[in-house]
């Protein structure tokens, strides 16, 4: 006997709910009547779909028990759990009657579109109901989508990754947590780069602890699920209610796609190719934007002010550097995540200098060469100056604070070029 289970947008911003405690909760509810789960998927859809849930996190669990119960299980813990009056919450639950090597091919297709473009409710439900899948939505029951996607997921991606997540005592919801600090440092340091993200060493900030109001005491994430529970064990803390270790595409990428400057449209989450094609600068509020060109299109870049640190890497760039740009595209604008440097302009033209008395020459107007207004020394052009470059050619990324869930660290390696990771 197998049955899948796809829930999510249980979330509640405002009550502090979140999908994977629900999902949490609902195992242990299968436990007691027996069934047992065996694999708690954690699977993030493409952050850039409107009304996305808080990091559009769906939730699947994998069970050796009977469809029908199964589903009168969740039913009942979503109807006890899921915040009903938040108004945008609007939970979606979907059981799906067979093991986890029998994913279709139809409901893979689904979810791997679920995390790199925008997918219909009705396109949902209509695949739900031809697989023959037991499916219930509350309100607008938009959360059939992350559902469904969260049964194709084990079929739909290659990249894992691990997070442990620990649950509070319910009635400390709300208030302040306790997690020591140098202990969260302390496990962080030794089991890196296996866990990752766990604090940020640079803004000296620890990462792994939310600050929402909600059941979450922390999670830990990594490549290997044994080091993700045995850093989360090593740390202090006020007490853990319970814990889970999910299976995710969490820091996969899995949201980016490579595709021609000219065919990054919003919604998508890119990696691009391109030149840039003016010099970075800086706007109200503390973003830096820069314009890249392929010769066939051009787009905005922005790196937002919570990169932090990141945003000297971009300041950084000058016209002429050749790019591989990766982030989510938003009103023509791509958001950098990451970039790598190809080739970096090592000259420029600048105005010449006078030999004789060092002041900076002036034009003598059009095609005719630079003067020095001082002494009358001309000069036939512009100079060629060699650029002092602070960076290098490989990847740069925004550092953990600003990490989002689906975005691959760098430390994590497997791409095509140097790495400058961020710790
Ligand atoms: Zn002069």
């Not at 080091?227 to 969490?250: K, L, R």
């Not at 958001?335 to 033209?349: G, I």
């Not at 060699?386 to 740069?396: H, I, P, T, V």
Request: aromatic share 6%.
């Amino acid at each position: 006997m197998a049955a899948l289970i796809g829930l999510d947008d249980t979330d509640s911003r405002q009550e502090g709910m979140c999908s994977t405690y629900l999902g949490t909760q609902i195992a242990e509810q299968l436990a007691a009547a027996g069934i047992t789960v065996t694999r708690h998927v954690l699977f993030r859809c493409n952050p850039a779909a409107p009304h996305k849930t808080r990091g559009n996190a769906a939730i699947g669990l994998h069970t050796d028990g009977q469809p029908d119960r199964v589903f009168k299980i969740a039913q009942a813990a979503i109807d006890d759990l899921a915040v009903l009056s938040d108004p945008d919450t609007h939970p979606g639950l979907v059981v799906a009657p067979h093991d986890p090597a029998s994913i279709p091919d139809a409901v893979a297709a689904f979810a791997a579109d679920t995390v790199r473009s925008l997918v219909t409710v009705d396109r949902a439900l209509d695949l739900a109901t031809q697989q023959g899948y037991q499916h219930t939505g509350w309100k607008t029951g938009r959360g059939v989508i992350g559902a469904m996607a969260a049964i194709g997921a084990w079929a739909a991606n290659t990249d894992w990754t691990y997070e442990r997540i620990t649950y509070r005592e319910p009635d400390r919801w709300g208030t302040t947590r306790t997690v020591d600090r140098s202990s969260v440092f302390a496990a962080a340091n030794e089991w890196y780069p296996t866990i990752w993200d766990t604090v940020d060493r640079t803004a000296d900030t620890v990462v792994c602890v939310p600050h929402t109001p909600g059941p979450v005491l922390y999670g830990i994430r990594g490549d290997d699920p044994t080091a993700v529970e045995q850093a989360s064990a090593a740390i202090d803390s006020e007490p853990v209610d319970s814990a889970t270790t999910f299976v995710t595409n969490q820091g996969t990428d899995a949201h980016l796609q490579s595709v021609p400057l000219q065919h990054a449209t919003d919604g998508m989450g890119v990696c691009a190719d391109g030149t840039v094609t003016t010099t970075p600068e800086t706007r109200e509020g503390g973003h830096v934007f820069f314009e890249l060109s392929n010769g066939t299109a051009t787009r905005q870049c922005v790196a937002f002010e919570p990169t932090k640190r990141f945003r000297d890497r971009v300041r950084a760039l000058r016209v002429g550097d050749e790019l591989t740009v990766c982030g989510e595209v938003d009103s023509g604008t791509i958001k950098l995540e990451k970039f790598a440097v190809r080739s970096l302009t090592r000259q420029t033209q600048t105005v010449p200098t006078c030999p004789s008395c060092g002041r900076s020459m002036e034009s003598a107007g059009a095609e005719q060469g630079y003067r020095c207004r001082s002494c009358g020394t001309t000069a036939a052009g512009k100079t060629t100056v060699s650029l002092d470059r602070s960076l290098a050619n490989g990847w740069y990324e925004v550092p953990p604070v600003a990490r989002r869930h689906i975005a691959k660290p760098l430390v994590r390696g497997g791409f095509d070029a140097p790495t400058h990771p961020e710790r």
